[in-house]
């Protein structure tokens, strides 16, 4: 397997290691390619606060490190800048015209956060005890409305544009692992779940097999579950594997195994963003194997 990873974050946000130090790293792992994709700056007084997105005045800096990176890796790693930008509705999102004027590479897309009508924002992917506030306040204890929420917002946010990676898909799990607040199964999320897939279908962008939750002991399968996969497979949706590495040793974590799920649901190559001899950057595909 071509290794690569376009799901990677640093000191800038809350990741451990600096742009240049996983740079080396990614060469002694044998890598082709490393993106890395900062969480973006949440915008000013929207009333959301984070530890884990990357400041507002660090964009600059974290723009010129990797382009310098690009320049001095170049003919043994290609690097490339990303960003991964979250839906909130009416808050932020990959659409935003921000992110088409400071030249990314790509954006990987992703939905953390929820909204509700009543009580406070908060992470899906939060603690276990911010998951069930959320729960009981924002939707009357009702899982199964949080859930059609989240997927309402994923699909909300992949039809808005923006993005090319859909990052780990079916994140909402994190929290729902023994299934307490809703069914991993059943009519309603099936349903919600097809209507996503429905709209990144033949819209060009890519879901991530994300190994990040199994590298941090958080979940036991990869982002999207295999039989997810299986259904992305039938719509002809194209995939990469990335690692959601906050640390360098987790570059190439669980790579095999995430390689085999691919190839048990019928997949034969994963895509791979290329400099193409410095013709700029084109998604290519790697075979799996």
Known sequence: MVLSSFHTHTYFCDGEDSVEFLCEKAVEKGFTALGFSSHAPLPPDCGLVSDWHMKAGSLDQYIDEILGAKKKWAGRLEVFLGLEVDYIKGVMGPADSIYKELGFDYLIGSVHYLIPGRGAPFAVDGPASE????????????????????????????AAG?????????????????????????????????????????????????????????????????????????????????????????????????????????????????????RGPQWIDDPLG
Request: proline share 2%; with cysteine.
């Open 162 to 278: 923006g993005a090319r990676i859909v990052g780990h898909l079916d994140l909402l799990k994190k929290n729902n692992q023994d299934e307490r607040w809703f069914s991993l199964r059943d009519a309603r999320y099936k349903k919600k779940l097809g209507q996503v897939l429905d709209v990144i279908a033949g819209s060009g962008l890519i879901v991530e097999v994300n190994t990040g939750g199994i590298n941090r002991k958080k979940i036991k399968e990869v982002y999207p579950a295999p039989w997810i996969l299986k259904s992305t497979r039938e719509r002809g949706i194209p995939v990469l594997i990335s690692s959601d590495a906050h640390r360098h040793i987790h570059l190439d974590a669980y790579y095999a195994e995430a390689g085999k799920i691919l190839m048990e649901a019928g997949y034969t190559a994963i895509k791979r963003l290329s400099a193409c001899g410095g």
């Open 131 to 158: 998951f069930e506030r959320g729960i009981q306040e924002g939707y009357e204890g009702d899982g199964a409305a949080l859930m059609e929420a989240y997927w309402d917002a994923v699909r909300e946010m992949c």
